[in-house]
């Protein structure tokens, strides 16, 4: 047998079993549905005390929390929402403020890109925010998290907005809810990479200059939708490519994910050079890529390794600037939680050790206040 003929049996193979797990794991037919959140978590992401969040429940304003027989109050998502509104903290852009989009990148797969967009897009929504998450990897990693399967399920990716044929959608066409509130999600597959061998063939057309406009897709696309949302998250492909390429002509700001090795840091050098010799041949064409900010985040960090630190360190001391004041930690919590396709914002805390699970909240909570801080700061809400 060739080789390519064992490849084509063993992948089939492969991609049979994995159906029948999935399928298993999680029927066609399953709704994600979301938990309810502890009066440490609404007070927190709602932004007020719990004491004022139980005074405002006994003097019979705001929602009514469910109560358990040890008297511990739970409210669900869009309770929290209700009370934003009673408090009248909505955070929802106005004015001047401009949709912000944030790419999430690295030519490095494994360096946290889907991790970490997948838990910013959630702590946004539960924060308030009308939160829209793009998977631009083919491989649709940030969709099956969020509940969706490609296989399975075939809902149309970003490819049916980005097409260069006469069967073009709008971005409408493409968006689907999640089990957040305030959180809606452009699913991705295998047929993004199409994208890929389109551009330049467009690229080269000469009767034709759209081809030459690949940069301004994404941004064009969210125009339609702009004033549905506050923020938009792209979880991009793990190649420095066309897809890569168009999220970071529309970011307005860039989130670059490390995991502080030395492979990964030669990597992602190898990548900043790379990207920043053909952001100068964007610029030739007359495209500036101007961000409001982007930040380097370290990644699965394990702050007992010394090489590790060591890593931090050196980033530190050369991009002090650019750097993440928080990192993320490697947990067990987040893999743990991945394998049910599930966040830390989803899963039970009682599903773990306790002091496990909260080292992994206090850390992602940290990371994702912190971009928070940094969109205010891009609305001009607060001084940097
Ligand atoms: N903080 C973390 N702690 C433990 N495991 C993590 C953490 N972040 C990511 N992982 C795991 O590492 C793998 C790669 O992460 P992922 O976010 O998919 O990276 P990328 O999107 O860059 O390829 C996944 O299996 C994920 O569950
Ligand atoms: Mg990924």
């Not at 057309?205 to 034709?208: E, G, I, L, M, P």
């Not at 492909?237 to 420095?240: G, S």
């Given at each position: 047998m060739s080789f390519a003929d064992v490849i084509l049996e063993q992948g089939g193979e492969i991609s049979a079993k994995l159906d029948m797990l999935r399928i298993e794991k999680f029927p066609p037919n399953a709704q994600k549905t979301l938990r309810q959140f502890s009066l440490a978590e609404v007070a927190d992401f709602v932004g007020v005390s719990q004491s004022y969040l139980k005074k405002l429940h006994l003097s019979g304003k705001g929602v009514e929390p469910a109560v358990t027989s040890t008297g511990r109050r739970y409210y669900t998502a869009p309770q929290m929402d209700e009370l934003r509104t009673l408090l009248d903290r909505v955070p929802h852009r106005r004015g001047d403020e401009k949709l912000q989009v944030i790419a999430v990148v690295n030519f490095k797969g494994g360096s946290g890109k889907t991790t970490t967009s997948a838990h910013l897009a959630q702590y946004l929504a539960l924060k308030g925010y009308r939160v829209l998450a793009i998977d631009l990897d083919p491989q649709a990693s940030l969709t099956a998290l969020y509940g969706i399967q490609p296989e399975l399920d075939e809902k149309p990716s970003l490819y049916e907005t980005l097409r260069y044929d006469d069967q073009r959608k709008p971005i409408s066409a493409v968006i689907q809810p999640t089990n957040f509130p305030n959180l809606d999600v452009v699913p991705a597959n295998l047929?993004?990479?199409e994208y890929e061998y389109e551009t330049p063939l467009a690229m080269q057309?000469?009767?034709?200059s759209e081809g030459k406009l690949f940069y301004t897709r994404i941004g064009s696309a969210l125009a339609e939708v702009d004033d549905q949302y506050d923020v938009v998250v792209v979880d991009c492909?793990?190649?420095?490519g066309y897809l890569t390429l168009t999220a970071l002509t529309a970011a307005t700001s860039v989130l670059i994910t490390v995991h502080p090795q030395m492979l990964d840091i030669m990597s992602m050098s190898q990548f900043l050079l790379m990207l920043g010799d053909i952001l100068k041949s964007v610029e030739g064409a007359g495209i500036a890529v101007s961000l409001d900010w982007f930040r380097y985040l370290i990644t699965?960090?394990?702050?007992?390794?010394i090489p590790q630190q060591q890593m931090v360190g050196f980033m530190q001391s050369m991009f002090a600037q650019q750097m993440m004041k928080n990192h993320m930690v490697k947990s067990t919590a987040v893999s743990d939680a991945g394998l049910t396709k599930q966040t830390l914002y989803e899963v039970e805390r009682s599903q773990f050790t306790a002091a496990t699970y909260d080292r992994a909240r206090e850390a992602v909570d940290a990371v994702n206040a912190e971009v928070a801080e940094l969109l205010q700061m891009a609305w001009g809400r607060r001084n940097g």
């Open positions: 047929e993004l990479q057309r000469k009767d034709s492909p793990p190649q420095l699965r960090y394990e702050p007992m390794d």
